[in-house]
T-cell receptor, first 114, second 114 residues
Framework: GDSVTQMEGPVTLSEEAFLTINCTYTATGYPSLFWYVQYPGEGLQLLLKATKADDKGSNKGFEATYRKETTSFHLEKGSVQVSDSAVYFCALIQTGGGYNKLIFGAGTRLAVHP | EAQVTQNPRYLITVTGKKLTVTCSQN?????MSWYRQDPGLGLRQIYY???????DKGDVPEGYKVSRKEKRNFPLILESPSPNQTSLYFC?????????????FGDGTRLSIL
């Protein structure tokens, strides 16, 4: 079945460091891909998305490119801030066939220190 | 303000005592869903609803019930809770289940079943 695999955390960085969180997926067809962020004590918020191959999603300095050839959707940010500390979830949605479902990776915790 | 509201936010209860977690959205969304979040497993879908009176099982429906009598409400019912249902629960909604529609999440309900 469809699945999403993320790099294990926690990822610990100093402020202004470069961030990469790896995400790969297994899916039939052409899923849409998402990154969600969960700040402490809160629900998930959509960070960015891409709906077809080679699309680049971007928001708040974060970027991710839908790579169909490598089935990847890695999250990057050039200079992280303490306020970026959160749990990041990669997810895909497969629609059609009468069964629609959002599938999440296990999540990667990011801790940014001053 | 557009939001998904869950109640209660925290609950400690005992095995076998029926409980209901409420979820309400004020965005007139058709699609609603319940997830549970467990360490190392990410979010897994419990049940979802495509519209009023239309519900279906997700990946982990055992031990849970739902209903969708009104568009705005989607309660999660644990008829006879057990300790393995101790988890963090999220309700989510989107306008439709089209892959271009973002999901809006509630702030979560932390359940502890003793």
């Amino acid at each position: 079945g469809d699945s999403v695999t993320q790099m294990e955390g926690p990822v610990t960085l100093s402020e202004e460091a470069f961030l990469t969180i790896n995400c790969t997926y297994t899916a039939t067809g052409y899923p849409s891909l998402f990154w969600y962020v969960q700040y402490p004590g809160e629900g998930l918020q959509l960070l960015l998305k891409a709906t077809k191959a080679d699309d680049k999603g971007s928001n708040k300095g974060f970027e991710a490119t839908y790579r169909k050839e490598t089935t990847s959707f890695h999250l990057e940010k050039g200079s992280v801030q303490v306020s970026d500390s959160a749990v990041y979830f990669c997810a895909l949605i497969q629609t059609g066939g009468g069964y629609n479902k959002l599938i999440f990776g296990a999540g990667t915790r990011l801790a940014v220190h001053p | 303000e557009a939001q998904v509201t869950q109640n209660p936010r925290y609950l400690i209860t005992v095995t076998g005592k029926k409980l209901t977690v409420t979820c309400s959205q004020n965005m007139n969304h058709e699609y609603m869903s319940w997830y549970r979040q467990d360490p190392g497993l990410g979010l897994r879908q419990i049940y979802y609803s495509m519209n009023v009176e239309v519900t279906d099982k997700g990946d982990v429906p055992e031990g849970y019930k739902v209903s969708r009598k009104e568009k705005r409400n989607f309660p999660l019912i644990l008829e006879s809770p057990s300790p393995n249902q101790t988890s963090l629960y999220f309700c989510a909604s989107s306008r439709t289940m089209n892959s271009n529609q973002p999901q809006h999440f509630g702030d979560g309900t932390r359940l502890s079943i003793l």
